[in-house]
């Protein structure tokens, strides 16, 4: 067995620390949580059932993470707002989940959809249609 000296014991709480600061208290996950997780998946192409669960979480938190993480330019790429769409149908699919009371509203979100549907063309324009009527009815008050 290795024996860890103080050293080493320094260096792994330093790593515990970092890697707990942007933790909270509840259970929830922090804003740099969210942007790690979207970025994650709009560079590698695949996300693991840790992102869907940020995301399910997230509400329009995830539409901001997306606005500070993704660029312009990659907002035009039909792959790229197909993963975006995903994780608005993931961050909306369950809005009593939406820990915040500032995200349970769909306010950035509906402008970064007004934003991609304004600068894509083609089919990818009937999902951004689909995703925005899927989150208008999932965030609607009950009558």
Known sequence: MRKLYPFSLLMLYGSIISWCQDCRADGGYSFTDVKSSVLRFTTEHGYRGWDEKIWNRSGDMAALAIVQTVS?????????????????????????CVESP?????????????????NTRGPIQSEIGETRGFILEQTRLPH
């Open 102 to 118: 500032d995200d349970q509203k769909p306010n950035v979100t509906a402008l970064l959809l007004e934003h991609l549907q304004g």
């Open 72 to 96: 312009d330019a990659q907002m035009t790429s039909p792959v790229t707002v197909r993963e975006i769409l995903l994780i608005l149908r993931d961050a909306w699919a369950c809005p009593r």
